[in-house]
T-cell receptor, first 115, second 110 residues
Framework: DSGVTQTPKHLITATGQRVTLRCSPR?????VYWYQQSLDQGLQFLIQYYNGEERAKGNILERFSAQQFPDLHSELNLSSLELGDSALYFC??????????????FGPGTRLTVL | GQSLEQPSEVTAVEGAIVQINCTYQTSGFYGLSWYQQHDGGAPTFLSY??LDGLEETGRFSSFLSRSDSYGYLLLQELQMKDSASYFCAVMKDSNYQLIWGAGTKLIIKP
């Protein structure tokens, strides 16, 4: 157990809908990262927040948005969902603002299925 | 563009040694990390190399050669529980994001 929690564990929805994924980082961690992992593929970095501010942006679609709240939990909002958005969405947290020595700890993931 | 290459699948025998290679082409380089992911599970951090050479952590070691843009993960005394996917990831610059390889599925046979 990494100490990072994600809800919900599974989510099934229809195309065109909007969903919100939630992540609570480990106690004391200031950074939250969001990743997308499609079936049998590697992780695609989406976005990072550090202490409430956006820190780095990866391959995040315009239909997706995220934020980090004052209590440091984060939400990833996915809208106008398409079949291709079906994937595992991982949240990770780290103590500091990033860097190769700033180990990322991953939550269990949310499996999103778009029908 | 940025790319990381690692074999898609490697098969080894329980008790043996296996090496998983990773070559990278990125516009910058700050370090190479390795993560393990069991089926249906979350990635877990194994090691990182910021400088050339070998880093050893128990049965696992990781090596980096920056001049060759190459690294590897070495797993010794393989156990069935080591069956998983292994990802290399490069931090290419100071914007902190990791660029991930597609992963190597390690299959261990008794």
């Amino acid at each position: 157990d990494s100490g990072v929690t994600q809800t919900p564990k599974h989510l099934i929805t229809a195309t065109g809908q909007r969903v919100t994924l939630r992540c609570s980082p480990r106690s004391g961690d200031l950074s939250v990262y969001w990743y997308q992992q499609s079936l049998d593929q590697g992780l695609q970095f989406l976005i990072q927040y550090y202490n409430g501010e956006e820190r780095a942006k990866g391959n995040i679609l315009e239909r997706f948005s995220a934020q980090q709240f004052p209590d440091l939990h984060s939400e990833l909002n996915l809208s106008s969902l398409e079949l291709g958005d079906s994937a595992l969405y991982f949240c990770a947290s780290s103590v500091a603002g990033g860097g190769i020595e700033d180990t990322q700890y991953f939550g269990p993931g949310t499996r999103l299925t778009v029908l | 563009g940025q790319s990381l290459e690692q074999p898609s699948e490697v098969t080894a025998v329980e008790g043996a040694i296996v090496q998983i290679n990773c070559t990278y082409q990125t516009s910058g380089f700050y370090g190479l990390s390795w993560y393990q992911q069991h089926d249906g599970g979350a990635p877990t951090f194994l090691s990182y190399n910021g400088l050339d050479g070998l880093e050893e952590t128990g049965r696992f070691s990781s090596f980096l050669s920056r001049s060759d843009s190459y690294g590897y993960l070495l797993l010794q005394e393989l156990q069935m529980k080591d069956s998983a996917s292994y990802f290399c990831a490069v931090m290419k610059d100071s914007n902190y994001q990791l660029i991930w390889g597609a992963g190597t599925k390690l299959i261990i046979k008794p």
